[in-house]
Nanobody, 125 residues
Framework: QVQLVESGGGLVQAGGSLRLSCVAS????????MGWFRQAPGKEREFVSA?????????YADSVKGRFIISREDNSKSTVYLQMNSLKPEDTAVYYC?????????????????WGQGTQVTVSS
């Protein structure tokens, strides 16, 4: 059974930092993109960031570019991180880790097959 488990969410003041982690189990994702998405209250889920299987290519939503950094563990490739700096109240959301079954880079959430349960990030002003 494939599982993606996120951790690291919490409450932080504006300008602060958090580091999210996602551990995948049940199969290897060493050849797959992994991504982060978020859903704020009353809004649709949106793309945040994605990283290629090698870690050599990364993509960011314009809203987080320059503030967030995605990375993945070098060895197993099954752990992905999202370092979030200079957090803003508008970053408040449930953050989801996800992975597509197919090989290849994608930022289209419709192409992601496996999802974690989400971790809450709340940024106070």
């Amino acid at each position: 059974q494939v599982q993606l488990v996120e951790s690291g969410g919490g409450l932080v003041q504006a300008g602060g930092s958090l580091r999210l982690s996602c551990v995948a189990s049940g199969r290897t994702f060493s050849s797959n993109t992994m991504g982060w998405f978020r859903q704020a209250p009353g809004k649709e889920r949106e793309f945040v960031s994605a990283i290629s299987w090698s870690g050599g290519s990364t993509y960011y939503a314009d809203s987080v570019k320059g503030r967030f950094i995605i990375s993945r563990e070098d060895n197993s490739k099954s752990t992905v991180y999202l370092q979030m700096n200079s957090l803003k109240p508008e970053d408040t959301a449930v953050y989801y880790c996800a992975a597509p079954n197919a090989v290849g880079m994608t930022i289209d959430q419709g192409e992601y097959d496996f999802w974690g349960q989400g971790t809450q990030v709340t940024v106070s002003s």
